[in-house]
């Protein structure tokens, strides 16, 4: 099997590393060769990714193309979208990630998935709202709120070491809980109706700008009324 990569951002970067590791050969695409493989992942820029395909598949009809974005919508059958759910640096171990396979069922390009020993699961035809939104609540707003925690502890005096500690094991004992037991694990003043105790902290907040202080309530107003009613929505 003849594996090709594009790009060298942090997904690619990442890929690339565990290939090396994992002993799977693998040729890097440049832009305007030929990819004479079996399948090719595309690590490239979601603006790039509607021209590389035509590019490529102008040259290479049965090639499997890999993208990781689920922003752009697949022109070609044999374009996929493995969609790492979880935030990507250059130094990820690939190894720990677990993505979710989009594009038509094709048991040729799961069985090369499988060889490349990458973690996945075949998810449907083309990702829905939800599924994106779902990420970005996971991942972009935990991350925002994690360093807001942070900066206001260390604006407390706490050193970033301090800072850091204390806010992973809040996060990871929190996220153990509510995974295991849902809404009813929830902690912190909202889930006790607390009212005295929120509006102390969103006045603080004022100080801090940006609507940081109305998000606040509100977001303790939905975890109040998700604790009163056993469910999120």
């Known amino acids: 099997?003849?594996?090709?990569?594009?790009?060298?951002?942090?997904?690619?970067?990442?890929?690339?590393?565990?290939?090396?590791?994992?002993?799977?050969?693998?040729?890097?695409?440049?832009?305007?060769?030929?990819?004479?493989?079996?399948?090719?992942?595309?690590a490239i820029s979601d603006s790039a990714v509607a021209q590389e395909v035509k590019d490529i598949t102008s040259k290479n009809s049965l090639i499997k193309i890999v993208q990781f974005t689920p922003?752009?919508?697949?022109?070609?059958?044999?374009?996929?979208?493995?969609?790492?759910?979880?935030s990507i640096t250059k130094e990820?171990?690939?190894?720990?990630?677990?993505?979710?396979?989009?594009?038509?069922?094709?048991?040729?390009?799961e069985s090369m998935l499988h060889h490349c020993r990458l973690n996945f699961f075949y998810a449907g035809t083309f990702p829905t709202p939800g599924y994106?939104?779902?990420?970005?609540?996971?991942?972009?707003?935990?991350?925002?709120?994690?360093?807001?925690?942070?900066?206001?502890?260390?604006?407390?005096?706490?050193?970033d070491e301090q800072s850091s500690k204390l806010i992973k094991q809040l996060i990871l004992t929190s996220l153990e809980n509510s995974l295991s037991g849902g809404v009813e694990k929830i902690?912190?003043?909202?889930?006790?109706?607390?009212?005295v105790t929120i509006e102390k902290e969103a006045t603080f907040l004022k100080s801090k700008g940006r609507?940081?202080?109305?998000?606040f309530r509100q977001i303790n107003k939905l975890i109040s009324e998700a604790v009163k009613s056993g469910d999120i929505f």
């Open 211 to 215: 609507e940081m202080s109305n998000i």
């Open 1 to 42: 099997m003849k594996v090709f990569v594009a790009g060298s951002g942090k997904v690619g970067t990442a890929l690339k590393s565990f290939l090396n590791r994992s002993g799977i050969p693998f040729k890097e695409h440049l832009k305007d060769s030929s990819p004479d493989g079996d399948i090719i992942f595309l």
């Open 132 to 159: 994106h939104t779902s990420a970005v609540i996971s991942g972009n707003f935990t991350q925002y709120f994690v360093l807001a925690a942070k900066k206001i502890l260390e604006d407390e005096g706490f050193s």
């Open 92 to 109: 990820t171990d690939i190894s720990e990630i677990f993505f979710s396979l989009w594009g038509k069922k094709d048991a040729a390009l």
């Open 187 to 195: 902690t912190g003043p909202a889930s006790r109706g607390d009212d």
């Open 71 to 86: 922003a752009i919508e697949m022109a070609h059958e044999n374009q996929f979208i493995l969609h790492p759910y979880a």
